[in-house]
């Protein structure tokens, strides 16, 4: 459930009739959220409930994060899936280069090919992850990024 969280100087700024307005919008969401219609996170987003991409506020659905640790990226189910297809598609590019080069490469193209096997399985392996931890929830992924390539994705 949400709460009007002003300083009383500001709440005493109010008019009565703009202060019940508030309060009865905040009582709604409150309804809201208590016949199932919303939910929130524990973050204070709140969407609805048989939506995976509307997000009233407070949300990050698509959005990305720079760390000192690496990227942070929010994504809605739909660019989750999206995000998902295109790591899939790049997995398999390596694959594709890595047969090139072994086969053409000639002495350089060992580890031209070792390198793109190592890509496409990294690849590979972030998009199931995405894929799977999307399917856990209607509400996206977060998908954690490491600089040194080590990521970590889960429900939002």
């Known amino acids: 459930f949400i709460e009007l969280e002003l300083p009383q100087d ?11 307005a508030m309060m009865f ?3 709604s969401i409150n309804d809201s959220i208590a016949s199932g219609e919303l939910e929130t996170t524990q973050n204070g987003t709140i969407y609805a409930a048989d ?13 990305t994060e720079v760390h000192w640790w690496g990227v942070r ?15 899939s598609k790049a997995s398999t590019a390596c694959w594709g280069v890595s047969a090139v080069a072994a086969i053409f490469g000639g002495p350089y193209g060992i580890g031209v090919a070792l390198a793109g096997v190592f890509g ?3 690849l590979g392996f972030m998009s199931s992850d995405i894929s799977y931890q999307n399917s856990l929830t209607s509400r996206g992924i977060v998908w954690d990024l490491k600089w040194i390539g080590i990521y970590s994705v889960y429900p939002q």
């Open 51 to 63: 939506d995976d991409e509307l997000v009233v506020q407070g949300g990050n659905v698509n959005d």
């Open 120 to 122: 496409a399985v990294l």
């Open 10 to 20: 500001i709440i005493n700024q109010l008019t009565s009739e703009e202060y019940n």
């Open 25 to 27: 919008g905040i009582n």
């Open 73 to 87: 990226r929010y994504a809605s189910s739909a660019a989750a899936n999206k995000l998902a297809l295109d790591l």
